[in-house]
């Protein structure tokens, strides 16, 4: 049985700080790329960040370069997304989804996402 399961999640104040982590089980990790995808109340689903460790490529919204960093454990099959420096409009559910030899310099295809985790939500208080 495929599973992504997101924690992590929690309140936070702005300025500080949260990591997410994304495990992962039942496909071939080493082959998936990972993105971490975000949906504010009444927003649409957007890219935050990916990782391909098999070809070393990552990927991060202009909104979140700086203050957030993605890392993988391949000996764990688990992504991790620090966050920091983290701000109101960070607020969001959080989601994992893996793609098949995903992760490009364009980002996660939000369209191509094969397995998606429930989601982890984060909230940041001003």
């Known amino acids: 049985e495929v599973q992504l399961v997101e924690s992590g999640g929690g309140l936070v104040q702005a300025g500080g700080s949260l990591r997410l982590s994304c495990a992962a089980s039942?496909?071939?990790?080493?082959?998936?790329?990972i993105g971490w995808f975000r949906q504010a109340p009444g927003k649409e689903r957007e890219a935050v960040s990916c990782?391909?460790?098999?070809?070393?490529?990552?990927y991060y919204a202009d909104s979140v370069k700086g203050r957030f960093t993605i890392s993988s454990d391949n000996a764990k099959n688990t992504v991790y997304l620090q966050m920091n420096s983290l701000k109101p409009e960070d607020t969001a559910v959080y989601y994992c989804?893996?793609?098949?030899?995903?992760?490009?310099?364009?980002?996660?295809?939000?369209?191509?996402?094969?397995?998606w985790g429930e989601g982890t939500l984060v909230t940041v208080s001003s």
């Open positions: 990782i391909n460790s098999r070809v070393g490529n990552t």
């Open positions: 039942g496909f071939s990790f080493d082959d998936y790329g």
């Open positions: 989804a893996a793609e098949l030899s995903g992760c490009t310099f364009y980002g996660p295809n939000y369209h191509a996402m094969e397995y």
